[in-house]
């Protein structure tokens, strides 16, 4: 009876066991849950301790997020801090400019405070540019040894990146830094600077959006694993925090494993 104990325990204590597996009929049923998530851990997080931490990633995410918030009845942003999980070292006019996006999208439609977005130097050479938003996130976040946000929303690519993390790259190493500069990323533009695993890790909630039927098979490798090193979105396993996959049909079309599923109207 007690290996059997044992057993359970360590199932149960697993971190796979804190994983939330969500999909949905199509992106247009999970964005409006995705914004209600945003809005909801916000609310709490004011409660808790006066102001909400977000870190955004680029690419479909920004469209996304961008539309459902602006769609919402009362948005509020007065007292959001906004970080990015990477960013691209181009002008903020620039179209590969993931703060430039958000900037046109969002945040010239809404009441976030200036204060509150924590912003990269694109002028500075690459190393400067990461010991720079490095020095902003432990202004934003005093007393951390990582900053710990209260929400990540992480996008995922068709090699299973995240953040700018790549497969078999060595940041995947990285163990110390808070922000690691790239200069070498396989996908353009190649100068980039990115949050570590560390940083990742540290968060309080972490939320994927994945969609679209191009995404299933790499979906599948990093949900139900694969032959060789975990890739990159499968390495973020927060150390005491949540971990939430919103995906659509299409994206989830390969997957075995015990999934929610749930439409527009619910709640996370």
Same mark, same amino acid.
């Given at each position: 009876?007690?290996?059997?104990?044992?057993?359970?325990?360590?199932?149960?204590?697993?971190?796979?066991?804190?994983?939330?597996?969500?999909?949905?009929?199509?992106?247009?049923?999970?964005?409006?849950?995705?914004?209600?998530?945003?809005?909801?851990?916000?609310?709490?997080?004011?409660?808790?301790?006066?102001?909400?931490?977000?870190?955004?990633?680029?690419?479909?995410?920004?469209?996304?997020?961008?539309?459902?918030?602006?769609?919402?009845?009362?948005?509020?942003?007065?007292?959001?801090?906004?970080?990015?999980?990477?960013?691209?070292?181009?002008?903020?006019?620039?179209? %590969?400019?993931?703060? !430039?996006?958000?900037?046109?999208? #969002?945040?010239?439609?809404?009441?976030? =405070?200036? &204060? +509150?977005? $924590?912003?990269?130097?694109?002028?500075?050479?690459?190393?400067?540019?990461?010991?720079?938003?490095?020095?902003?996130?432990?202004?934003?976040?005093?007393?951390?040894?990582?900053?710990?946000?209260?929400?990540?929303?992480?996008?995922?690519?068709?090699?299973?990146?995240?953040?700018?993390?790549?497969?078999?790259?060595?940041?995947?190493?990285?163990?110390?830094?808070?922000?690691?500069?790239?200069?070498?990323?396989?996908?353009?533009?190649?100068?980039?600077?990115?949050?570590?695993?560390?940083?990742?890790?540290?968060?309080?909630?972490?939320?994927?959006?994945?969609?679209?039927?191009?995404?299933?098979?790499?979906?599948? %490798?990093?949900?139900? !694993?694969?032959?060789?090193?975990? #890739?990159?979105?499968?390495?973020?396993? =927060?150390? &005491? +925090?949540? $971990?939430?996959?919103?995906?659509?049909?299409?994206?989830?079309?390969?997957?075995?494993?015990?999934?929610?599923?749930?439409?527009?109207?619910?709640?996370?």
């Amino acid at each position: 009876m007690l290996p059997l104990l044992l057993t359970l325990f360590r199932l149960d204590c697993s971190p796979m066991a804190g994983r939330r597996v969500v999909v949905f009929p199509s992106s247009a049923e999970l964005g409006p849950v995705l914004a209600q998530l945003v809005t909801s851990r916000a609310e709490k997080a004011i409660v808790a301790h006066g102001r909400f931490t977000l870190g955004l990633s680029g690419g479909s995410l920004a469209s996304m997020l961008s539309k459902e918030l602006l769609a919402l009845p009362v948005l509020d942003c007065s007292k959001w801090v906004v970080g990015f999980c990477d960013e691209r070292l181009v002008a903020f006019d620039d179209p %590969e400019s993931t703060y !430039g996006l958000y900037k046109s999208q #969002l945040f010239s439609k809404v009441n976030i =405070p200036d &204060s +509150g977005i $924590l912003t990269i130097e694109p002028g500075l050479p690459v190393n400067e540019c990461a010991e720079d938003y490095t020095h902003k996130l432990k202004e934003a976040f005093p007393g951390d040894d990582f900053p710990v946000f209260d929400l990540l929303l992480l996008g995922m690519g068709p090699d299973g990146h995240t953040c700018s993390l790549f497969p078999d790259h060595p940041l995947l190493e990285e163990t110390e830094k808070i922000v690691a500069p790239i200069s070498d990323s396989p996908k353009p533009p190649p100068q980039r600077v990115t949050m570590t695993f560390p940083v990742v890790n540290s968060a309080h909630c972490v939320a994927f959006v994945s969609t679209g039927g191009s995404k299933a098979p790499i979906l599948k %490798e990093v949900l139900e !694993g694969r032959q060789g090193p975990a #890739l990159p979105a499968a390495r973020v396993v =927060p150390t &005491s +925090g949540e $971990l939430l996959w919103l995906v659509d049909n299409p994206a989830a079309a390969s997957l075995t494993i015990q999934v929610e599923r749930l439409g527009s109207g619910a709640k996370l």
